[in-house]
């Protein structure tokens, strides 16, 4: 399986992206979380001019962020830097709207909005609609300052079989966040090849899993500190979503709701506050203070991230692959430059 980098993104990032490519990385993507990252496309065009070969990913924009005409210039600008090796995900902006105190997009404005841009970055016209307002667009560029010649790779942010059939309908592949079980990625394939089947759509995509990833040394605690900081961001980030989501929350182990409770207090809000925006997500998915390591119980390590001994991980990863996914894209946090080293050692 191939494994892929993910970080946030700050300036510096294309000495990272640089280096991911030196040691084989098959893709390096940035997150879109505009109130609490860095611009995405920003960050990619410098590691565009920084690199050759590795593919460049955002992970993931959204319909609630951009307009289809304005994302898709973005996503043909860098694919004048980087030829065919750009990676669009889409999804409903779960985190990237929450970050605003608002609700994510609905499935069907996700699958308008990643169709525009599959359109338009491949040159063709696409429906554009300003309130009662509908017009043809395409790009009008006469300079080559964008790219529609070389294909835009799209997948769309999965975790049921709603989007997965839109994924299947639009021909896209698929990426996914933290979802660790073999069989949600075969309930997921299933479901798109069953939408892509009725829509004609024969041709290959690829399904990425953004993870954590600590491999045990002899004897080494499962729960430790080290582990904790390695895999706490994505562990802390599933906290947060039993916040926002009633319904996930009431389907959490004992411990982990409890450790949604210490959250809430650490943070200094409530799950009511229409204002908790502006503290919950502070530092979303960077490295966990010590005073927060407490939260990342057994159970969240277990669920949220790959730990466990090189042949725990190996096998683990070989279901996931015969499950249906083409590459893992791991987030280093504590030292990217050491952890990068050590996950190369992985590569195929």
């Known amino acids: 399986m191939r494994i892929g980098i993910i970080m946030t993104a700050r300036p510096g990032l294309e000495h990272f992206a640089a280096r991911a490519e030196e040691l084989g990385f098959g893709s390096f993507w940035v997150y879109?979380?505009?109130?609490?990252?860095?611009?995405?496309?920003?960050?990619?065009?410098?590691?565009?001019?920084?690199?050759?070969?590795?593919?460049?990913?955002?992970?993931?924009?959204?319909?609630?962020?951009?307009?289809?005409?304005?994302?898709?210039?973005?996503?043909?600008?860098?694919?004048?830097?980087?030829?065919?090796?750009?990676?669009?995900?889409?999804?409903?902006?779960?985190?990237?709207?929450?970050t605003l105190g608002m609700r994510p997009a609905k499935t069907a404005e996700l699958e308008s909005f990643t169709a525009a841009l599959r359109d338009l970055t491949a040159g063709r016209e696409s429906d554009h609609h300003e309130g009662t307002r509908s017009s043809r667009v395409r790009?009008?560029?006469?300079?080559?300052?964008?790219?529609?010649?070389?294909?835009?790779?799209f997948v769309?942010?999965?975790?049921?079989?709603?989007?997965?059939?839109?994924?299947?309908r639009l021909g896209t592949g698929m990426i996914s966040f933290a979802l660790h079980a073999p069989e949600?990625?075969?309930?997921?394939?299933?479901?798109?090849?069953?939408?892509?089947?009725?829509?004609?759509?024969?041709?290959?995509?690829?399904?990425?899993?953004v993870s954590s990833l600590y491999v045990l040394a002899d004897g080494e605690d499962r729960y430790g500190d080290a582990v904790k900081d390695t895999i706490g961001h994505i562990a802390v980030s599933a906290l947060i979503l039993a916040v926002e989501n009633p319904a996930f929350r009431a389907a959490l182990p004992r411990e982990e709701s409890a450790a949604v409770?210490?959250?809430?207090?650490?943070?200094?809000?409530?799950?009511?506050?229409?204002?908790r925006h502006h503290t919950l997500y502070r530092n979303y998915l960077g490295r966990l203070s010590n005073d927060e390591r407490e939260l990342v119980v057994p159970s969240l390590?277990?669920?949220?991230?790959?730990?466990?001994?090189?042949?725990?991980?190996?096998?683990?990863?070989?279901?996931?692959?015969?499950?249906?996914?083409?590459?893992?894209?791991?987030q280093p946090v504590v030292n990217p430059e050491a952890e990068m080293a050590r996950l190369a050692r992985l590569l195929p």
């Open 301 to 330: 390590v277990d669920r949220f991230g790959l730990v466990g001994t090189g042949d725990e991980i190996g096998r683990r990863i070989e279901a996931l692959e015969k499950a249906g996914v083409d590459e893992l894209v791991i």
């Open 261 to 275: 409770d210490r959250l809430l207090r650490l943070r200094g809000t409530t799950a009511g506050d229409p204002d």
């Open 156 to 168: 769309v942010a999965a975790f049921g079989p709603k989007v997965a059939a839109v994924a299947g």
């Open 184 to 209: 949600a990625w075969s309930a997921l394939g299933r479901a798109r090849r069953t939408a892509a089947q009725a829509a004609g759509n024969s041709g290959k995509t690829r399904s990425y899993l």
């Open 32 to 98: 879109d979380t505009p109130m609490v990252h860095g611009d995405p496309f920003v960050a990619l065009a410098l590691c565009a001019m920084t690199t050759n070969r590795i593919k460049l990913g955002i992970g993931v924009t959204s319909p609630a962020l951009r307009s289809a005409p304005a994302a898709a210039a973005a996503l043909g600008s860098l694919n004048a830097l980087a030829p065919g090796r750009v990676v669009c995900g889409v999804g409903t902006g779960n985190t990237a709207r929450r």
């Open 139 to 153: 790009f009008l560029h006469v300079d080559g300052s964008v790219n529609t010649e070389d294909p835009v790779e």
